[in-house]
């Protein structure tokens, strides 16, 4: 089946410890991204990626990394989290140059 | 990407056709219109796009205006399940996702 898989799907974790929360897709796609979702502010770009080595920051990559080695997967990295980034994360995929995206289940990441 | 207006929250009757609109004013000649939903927490789902003649697809049907200023994505027979926030995107068709932009959309609710 084809799908964006992403985990862990739930995370609580403290103020400062290092995670990664991976992204994996099956559909050959060029471009993945990541966003957060938090009340009231809707879906907001972290990083996104055209192709391997190629990323490039979305509307909020303070405080996150990514990595894009390999085709298929597109880990977001949080270095040092803290509270602010308690959220919910939501990979996505698709083909370079379509608008039709295919999103993974969503990551729910609370930094106490 | 043309702004996109559409109202905050509707309400519909379960087995009756849910019609959600979008104003999209400044539209170029090239920009399509794209819907997605999010069913609550869940990723986005991709519904179903068009440039200017009427699109129909096992989801939803997509009716444009010939000014192409505000279009209608029409759930036939709404049920329960299609309670979810409904996003309209313009987007140019071989932009890319990249800076894909969600915005509020509107929140259906289907009343049974």
């Known amino acids: 089946e084809a799908q964006v898989t992403q985990n862990p799907r739930y995370l609580i974790t403290v103020t400062g410890k290092k995670l990664t929360v991976t992204c994996s897709q099956n559909?050959?796609?060029?471009?993945m991204s990541w966003y957060r979702q938090d009340p009231g502010l809707g879906l907001r770009q972290i990083y996104y990626?055209?192709?391997?080595?190629?990323?490039d920051k979305g509307d909020v990559p303070e405080g996150y990394k990514v990595s894009r080695k390999e085709k298929r997967n597109f880990p977001l990295i949080l270095e040092s989290p803290s509270p602010n980034q308690t959220s919910l994360y939501f990979c996505?995929?698709?083909?370079?140059?379509?608008?039709?995206?295919?999103f993974g289940a969503g990551s729910r990441l609370t930094v106490l | 990407d043309a702004k996109t207006t559409q109202p905050t929250s509707m309400d519909c009757a379960e087995g009756r056709a849910a019609n959600l609109p979008c104003n999209h004013s400044?539209?170029?000649?090239?920009?399509?219109v794209y819907w997605y939903r999010q069913i609550h927490s869940q990723g986005p789902q991709y519904i179903i796009h068009?440039?200017?003649n009427n699109e129909t697809n096992e989801m939803a049907s997509l009716i444009i205006t010939e000014d192409r200023k505000s279009s209608t994505l029409i759930l036939p027979h709404a049920t329960l399940r299609d309670t979810a926030v409904y996003y309209c995107?313009?987007?140019?068709?071989?932009?890319?996702?990249?800076?894909?932009?969600f915005g509020q959309g509107t929140r259906l609710t289907i009343n049974p």
């Open positions: 996505a995929s698709t083909f370079s140059g379509a608008n039709v995206l295919t």
């Open positions: 559909m050959n796609h060029e471009y």
């Open positions: 990626s055209m192709n391997v080595e190629v990323t």
């Open positions: 400044t539209i170029s000649g090239n920009e399509y």
């Open positions: 068009g440039l200017k």
């Open positions: 995107i313009v987007r140019v068709a071989l932009q890319g996702a990249q800076k894909l932009v």
